[in-house]
């Protein structure tokens, strides 16, 4: 069984910046794509920024020169540094993981921006 937690959501003000981080445990032999996706008070789940297992990006229009999507394989770890960060940015954010075409998702955490 596989589980993710994320860490680093809290409150900031607009203008600043948080770093969150992923980490999955659990029987994991190869992680195909590690994403953040967030949602927001009645919006749906939308994806922010995805890593591919060749180090291929992905960001949301949003969020593109603000956040950046890193990952540490050796330590099943995902992370997203978003600076620059506005109220609208406020939501839950989760992770998600790819493992060998199933996906495994985090409970979230929650970043709140202030204005």
């Known amino acids: 069984q596989v589980q993710l937690v994320e860490s680093g959501g809290g409150l900031v003000q607009a203008g600043g910046s948080l770093r969150l981080s992923c980490t999955a445990s659990g029987s994991i032999f190869r992680i195909d794509a590690m994403s953040w996706y967030r949602q927001a008070p009645g919006n749906q789940r939308e994806l922010v920024a995805l890593v591919t297992n060749r180090g291929t990006t992905n960001y949301a229009d949003s969020v593109k020169g603000r956040f950046t999507i890193s990952r540490d394989y050796g330590k099943n770890t995902v992370y997203l540094q978003m600076n620059s960060l506005k109220p609208e940015d406020t939501a839950v954010y989760y992770c998600?993981?790819?493992?060998?075409?199933?996906?495994?998702w985090g409970k979230g955490t929650l970043v709140t921006v202030s204005s």
């Open positions: 998600k993981f790819q493992i060998y075409g199933d996906n495994y």
